[in-house]
């Protein structure tokens, strides 16, 4: 599984950016949001994120495209904003069945699931960076690996509110296009079959 992270939409849920910080201390809580990033995720999980950035300018303390304790590193200048960038790896990526797209963004989570990448929100991230943190650490250091959910469980109960209306509505917005419907099908899990009769009624004109 590889990560696609929303940098500044994850920094936010987790508290992570005060309001009353100047450029420097804005740029020190960015390197400590990616020390316990890299930390909590270990060296193998790192090497397959992918942190992107929106920049107006050139950040003082990095290039806009590097590696930091494993992580992949991409500041979005010259992109509208980090969206856009981050919209643009979801359509490039080889492999987005395998691609985890972190962020609150509707507009981003929309694009993963058009893809078949999964979507995540912030919020549902740093719980799971949470859990992980809870797992005892091996003999060499290393925590041991942990699904994004636990398959023992069922999906919709690790459904928040916000993520069932994202999926309800995207059903309803692009649920007449046959290729994106079946792009979305690993998804039908997440909610009921009552939802998901009632979608089809609604994009078939039915009363």
């Known amino acids: 599984m590889r990560w696609l992270i929303d940098g500044y939409n994850v920094m936010h849920a987790g508290g992570r950016v005060g309001r ?63 969206d856009a960038r981050i919209e643009w790896m979801i359509g490039q990526d080889p492999n987005p069945a395998q691609l985890t ?4 963004d509707r507009r981003i989570r929309l694009a993963a699931a058009r893809r078949r990448a999964r979507p995540m929100t912030a919020e549902r991230f740093w719980d799971w960076i949470d859990d992980l943190r809870e797992r005892p650490a091996g003999a060499d250091g290393s925590r041991r690996a942990v699904p994004v959910s636990s398959p023992s469980r069922d999906p919709r109960d690790e459904m928040t509110s916000e993520e069932r209306d994202l999926w309800l509505s995207t059903f309803r917005e692009l649920g007449e296009d046959p290729e994106t419907r079946q792009a979305l099908a690993p998804h039908a899990s997440l909610l009921t079959d009552a939802e998901i009769a009632e979608i089809q009624r609604q994009v078939d004109g039915e009363p």
Do not use: C, I, K, W
């Open 20 to 82: 009353q910080l100047g450029r420097e201390g804005f740029d020190r809580a960015r390197r400590r949001f990616l020390d316990d990033l890299a930390g909590a995720m270990g060296p193998d999980r790192a090497a397959g994120t992918t942190v992107v950035f929106d920049a107006n300018l050139p950040p003082r303390d990095f290039p806009l495209e590097t590696t930091y304790h494993g992580l992949r590193l991409v500041f979005a200048l010259g992109d509208e904003n980090a």
């Open 101 to 104: 797209v972190v962020s609150s």
